[in-house]
């Protein structure tokens, strides 16, 4: 047996445990990610006055340039600066991610919501619906709607983005939805006049958004993995409007010339943007081991 | 007796009218989407000489291949033609499609299937690690470590194992799928999937791990451990023997729906490795309007998406009965999120 040789079973090992210990102002929220992002962010929308080197200038003495004193991250195959790169880069980056997200959330609610209301028949036809383009491969999804909407520019891949991405928040919504819709309140407000929308403003909104918050926050990694991945695979950004993806577009040849810092640099920052997002979702999910454990 | 027999069959003709649907709604809406993108499809199969036909030559090559009558009709011919399990040939590679697909599925189902084994395996183990060690270093390790690996987006793993293991150390190839010329030799196709493999596995592990972990840490609050501690059972006899069993009927199902998201990540790691499969078919597929070869991959990945779905749905209602049919698809995927 264990290291005792006589124990009570269930004895807590703690008497007595305040049910929600106090816990320090800065371990509610995620200070440190907080504060990453926000810098990143900060430093991102205002680097125009930060950055005065255009990061699309090709300095074509200095390409494929070591990380030095002259170009902290060194310079692309193309001679361009990646230190403003980032920066400039991120703007675009971190604003598919954003645009994307509400673009998806938006259509997640407005869909799940209708799905809720709406009578069981069309209620299951819509599901299959959604069934249905959750079966098609997000990649080739994206692929598809990319070349149907032509021009890939920031607002362009965002949209794209934000169309294959609203599928689980729909789900989630018309289950809430679902549970509440018959609730006295919302019989009031329909009896009172109140619209499709006000009801869904007022009343749904804020029963379901505890529970989609943390997948919307999900989505803002997502759509920006999207974005990188789809501008390194070529069909998303061009290589002249710089994002963190769209940098490592050129990584084939980095590869080649062995310059790792065209393929770490940006990546990095890419991942510690993604760490950031995902812990301050983590966050808003509720901790269900306040318990403990029986083992 | 009779009354249950006749209650499941039902139940299967509902799943396989459901199945059918859903396929050929599938197939409508990506042949729609992608007659309607722009493009065309005549560079895919005629190449650069496309831009010097002359009118009456681009009629013609359209008329040969069907491209000029409106898309209800070019549908219904396709779909003709897949009844009898015809599915046209190939723009880009002049064969049928068949072919083309039947010389790369091997390869994506290696890499996948192999992938999905090691996670199917390696996750609970993860998770279990975790949960003997709830609250303590490892435990708080492993969740860091597995916090970082899932941020990482795949296409940047393989670039940076193609660049440390194959550029810097020159220890593994870093693209294709065997040496030149080397197609049947073992040892070779091994030594190419290792880095793939690598990052399938890496990216995705976590997901589950953490999954498991969860499970498995509301289950250790469970009255029953009492019970079994009050018998004196040992903490692993009852970790193991007790709480993963209880949680394995849901972990499979929800492994069983999980098998296309898996099956899926392997297309951008395909591309990134240049690895013969699926992916990189469908990606050129998509990208050069070679449309029989395309509808063939969407399809192909759609039955095993739908299909999976219903397996899972299937094992979830068994195991638990008090899962109705509808209610199971939603609740695991809010799950697996």
Not at chain 1, 182 to 207: D, Q, T
Not at chain 2, 6 to 25: D, G, P, R, T
Request: glycine residues 8%; positive net charge; charged residues 15%.
């Amino acid at each position: 047996m264990t290291e005792k040789d006589f124990e009570l079973a269930g004895i807590r090992t703690v008497e007595e445990q305040p049910l929600r210990a106090k816990r320090k102002w800065y371990k509610e929220y995620p200070v440190v990610s907080m504060l990453f992002l926000g810098i990143m962010i900060v430093e991102c929308f205002f680097c125009e006055q930060i950055m005065t080197v255009n990061p699309t200038y090709m300095d074509l003495e200095h390409c494929n340039v070591a990380p030095g004193r002259k170009f902290l991250f060194g310079t692309d195959t193309l001679g361009r600066d990646i230190f403003s790169m980032i920066w400039y880069g991120g703007r675009v980056s971190l604003l598919i991610g954003f645009v994307a997200t509400a673009i998806s959330t938006a259509i997640g609610v407005l869909f799940g919501a209708v799905s809720g209301v709406a009578s069981p028949r069309a209620d299951a036809f819509l599901m299959r619906a959604v069934e249905i383009v959750l079966s098609i491969p997000n990649l080739l999804m994206i692929v598809l709607l990319q070349a149907v909407l032509g021009g890939a520019g920031v607002i362009g891949i965002s949209i794209v983005i934000g169309i294959t991405g609203w599928m689980s928040i729909a789900k989630v919504v018309r289950t809430e939805v679902r549970q509440i819709r018959n609730s006295e309140y919302v019989i009031a407000s329909k009896c009172m006049g109140g619209s499709f929308w006000h009801i869904l403003w007022r009343h749904f909104l804020p029963n379901f958004w505890p529970s989609i918050m943390f997948m919307v926050v999900m989505n803002v990694r997502t759509a920006i993995v999207a974005e990188s991945t789809l501008s390194f695979m070529g069909i998303g950004l061009p290589l002249e409007i710089v994002s963190w993806g769209s940098m490592l577009a050129l990584s084939q040849q980095a590869l080649m010339t062995g310059s790792w810092w065209m393929i770490l640099i940006p990546g990095c920052f890419l991942i510690v943007t993604l760490m950031c997002v995902t812990d301050i979702g983590n966050s808003l999910r509720r901790d269900s081991n306040q318990r403990q454990s029986n083992l | 007796m009779m009354h249950r027999r006749a209650e499941l069959l039902i139940y299967c003709i509902k799943k396989i009218l459901s199945f059918v649907i859903s396929i050929v709604f599938l197939s409508l809406v990506v042949f729609y989407i992608s007659r309607w993108a722009p493009g065309d499809p005549l560079v895919s199969y005629y190449g650069d000489r496309v831009e010097k036909m002359s009118p009456e030559e681009r009629e013609w090559a359209e008329e040969r291949l069907g491209l000029n009558d409106p898309v209800y009709v070019q549908y219904i011919r396709w779909a003709q033609n897949a009844l009898h399990g015809s599915f046209g040939i190939s723009y880009k590679y002049k064969t049928d499609v068949t072919e083309v697909i039947g010389g790369r599925i091997g390869n994506t189902l290696l890499l996948g299937g192999i992938g999905f084994l090691l996670i199917f395996l390696l996750a609970p183990v993860v998770g279990i690690l975790c949960v003997w060690y709830e609250n303590k270093l490892p435990d708080k390790m492993i969740s860091r470590v597995g916090t970082i690996s899932s941020c990482i987006p795949e296409f940047w793993f393989s670039l940076v194992l193609i660049l440390v293991f194959s550029v810097i150390f020159k220890i593994l190839p870093g693209s294709g799928a065997y040496d030149i010329g080397k197609s049947n030799d073992v040892l070779s196709r091994i030594r190419h999937l290792i880095l793939p493999l690598a990052v399938v596995v890496i990216s995705h592990i976590w997901y589950y791990a953490y999954m498991v972990r969860n499970k498995l840490l509301e289950e250790v609050r469970a009255d029953y451990v009492l019970l079994a501690k009050a018998k004196g059972l040992s903490r692993s006899r009852i970790l193991l023997g007790h709480c993963l069993r209880n949680v394995m009927p849901s972990y499979i199902s929800i492994m069983a729906i999980s098998i296309p998201h898996i099956l899926g990540g392997t297309y951008i790691v395909e591309t990134v490795f240049s690895y013969p499969g699926i992916g990189t078919l469908a990606y050129e597929s998509a990208r050069y309007k070679d449309y029989n070869l395309l509808m063939l991959v969407c399809i192909l990945s759609g039955v095993v998406v739908i299909f999976c779905n219903i397996i899972g749905q299937a094992i979830n209602e068994r195991i638990d009965p008090r899962i109705k049919a509808e209610k199971t698809g939603e609740a695991l995927e809010v799950e697996v999120l």
